[in-house]
Structures are given as C-alpha cells and as structure tokens.
C-alpha cells in the first residue's frame, strides 16, 4: 500500500519460496545503485534504478529497466534527457527516498543540493554521474528497457559503490577492489 508516494509495506517481504524465479534469480546479482534524474527546475523527478547497464562504443550507451508508470519515465520521454547518478555506499538512505521507502517532506529533493542541466537535475554531490541523450525505449517484462547515449561523463572519487544484493544493500569485501 502507498500513500504520496511512499512505501508502508516491504516490496520484498514476500517469503523466497513464494517469489517467481525471476525475481529470485535478480535478487542473486549483485547490481550497483543508481539515481536516475530527468526535468526541469519546475518539475524534477528522480528514481532509484538498480538495473543499470553501460555499454562501451561509439557512442557509449546506457540502459536501464523504468516503469512507465512512474513520473521518471514521463519526464525522460518529454524532455529526451536524463542523469544518471552513481551512489556511494553511505548513501542507503539517499536510495531509499527516491525510491519512494522513506518520507521526504516536499519530495526527494527537497532537502538535498541540487542544480538543473539541459539533461535534467543534478546531485553535485554524487561526483560519478552521466548525462544522456534518450535514444529510444522498449517494452522488458513488466516494465521497459530504456537507452540513452551517454554525452556527458563525470567521474569523481567514488569509493565504494552501493551494492543491492537479495533485497537489501550491501558492502563490497575488503580488497574486493
């Protein structure tokens, strides 16, 4: 159940034995946590989104599964740009509010640093980021796949990534890296 947005009850609360294969199958890839942005000043959105994937060429793609229900997903098809923002393991809580789990009086950027781009809101704060270009979208599943060329990179000090393993976030091992 939701109200304004926000999650009351865990999306993964239902018992393993009863989830499809697929989602058990997900839950055992570990994926990077990313925000996803689109815009303007007036109107900014932003989703936690983690299936992501970069592909290397010329030119370097991105692509990620989004709703079409969601307000990101009209806001990248109306103005063709997003930024994708890399999340630092501390940064759980971040993840959690755009995904709609925690309260976040006046929304998610309310109560955070932020500064608008021809590709949509940026999070200053989050130094490894990509700007993109929307190429298309297509339908994957229960959602849709989306592809956007990748124009714009910046690629600040990360440290540790955040990590969603089984349903909840997780630390790379020591010497992992």
């Given at each position: 159940?939701?109200d304004?947005g926000i ?10 034995e ?6 058990r199958?997900?839950g055992r890839?570990a994926a990077g946590?990313?925000?996803w942005t ?9 989703l936690?989104?983690?299936?992501t994937?970069?592909?290397d060429?010329?030119?370097p793609?991105v692509?990620?599964?989004i709703?079409?229900t969601?307000?990101l997903w009209e806001?990248?098809?109306?103005t063709r740009?997003f930024?994708?923002?890399?999340l630092?393991?501390?940064?759980g809580t971040?993840?959690d509010?755009?995904?709609g ?5 006046g929304g998610?950027?309310a109560?955070t640093e ?5 590709y ?10 990509v700007a993109c270009?929307?190429l298309?979208?297509?339908p994957a599943g ?6 956007g060329?990748?124009e714009e990179?910046e ?13 909840g976030y997780?630390r790379l091992?020591p010497g992992?890296?």
């Amino acid at each position: 159940m939701t109200d304004g947005g926000i999650h009351y009850e865990d999306p993964f609360a239902t018992p393993a034995e009863e989830r499809s294969p697929v989602r058990r199958l997900r839950g055992r890839l570990a994926a990077g946590v990313t925000i996803w942005t689109s815009g303007g000043a007036h109107e900014r959105t932003g989703l936690t989104v983690s299936s992501t994937i970069v592909a290397d060429g010329d030119p370097p793609e991105v692509a990620g599964i989004i709703s079409d229900t969601t307000a990101l997903w009209e806001a990248i098809h109306g103005t063709r740009a997003f930024v994708i923002h890399v999340l630092h393991e501390r940064q759980g809580t971040l993840a959690d509010v755009f995904a709609g789990l925690r309260p976040s009086p006046g929304g998610p950027f309310a109560a955070t640093e932020v500064h608008d781009s021809e590709y949509g809101p940026v999070l200053p704060f989050l130094a490894t980021r990509v700007a993109c270009r929307l190429l298309d979208s297509r339908p994957a599943g229960y959602a849709y796949l989306v592809r956007g060329e990748a124009e714009e990179f910046e690629l600040g000090d990360l440290g540790d990534p955040l990590v969603l393993f089984r349903g909840g976030y997780r630390r790379l091992a020591p010497g992992a890296g």
